[in-house]
């Protein structure tokens, strides 16, 4: 389909970094970052004919901010959790706890679906950054509350 490469060509535009992830197996999957690392957005298109893209950002919660959640209050804890959850869906998008049915998630995906017919750079980039800005918000939800990650224990695995 042409308009994987012309994903990919909006995304260069703006001096993002793209990559293929070895693990991927998907028709068409690639992961992309600022220049200089940090948060990796995906964009899949699962099977050759699918007309559609999954935009999708997964944050991983470090070990350090799963146990202050654990510390938590049980009604302090769900209230964090759905301020997160209920953010997020304001914006429009999808979001997801795993491992799913766990009171402490380790990771927190994030996603929007967009239609391949008539699809805009516009269109499609405004979507990106909307599941960017969710995932910086967990990110920065984390580390406003429980503080930052003390150096050399973060990874981009990790908030």
Do not use: C
Not at 125 to 138: E, H, I, K, P
Not at 141 to 146: G, N, R, W
Request: aromatic share 10%; glycine share 6%.
């Amino acid at each position: 389909m042409d308009l994987d490469n012309e994903i990919k060509n909006w995304i260069q535009s703006l001096g993002l970094s793209i990559f293929t992830p070895p693990q991927a197996k998907e028709f068409f999957h690639i992961s992309v970052t600022p220049p200089q690392g940090g948060p990796v957005v995906d964009i899949v298109r699962p099977l050759e004919n699918s007309n559609f893209y999954i935009i999708a950002m997964g944050v991983g919660v470090h070990p350090t901010h799963q146990n202050a959640l654990k510390e938590l209050k049980d009604s302090d804890r769900k209230k964090f959790i759905n301020e997160i959850k209920y953010d997020i869906l304001k914006m429009g998008l999808d979001v997801i706890f795993l491992p799913m049915g766990q009171e402490v998630p380790q990771i927190i995906q994030i996603t929007r679906v967009v239609i391949a017919e008539n699809l805009t750079a516009n269109e499609f980039m405004n979507s990106f950054y909307f599941v960017r800005n969710a995932g910086m918000l967990v990110i920065f939800k984390f580390t406003d509350t429980f503080g930052n990650i003390p150096q050399g224990q973060t990874s981009t695995k990790y908030l």
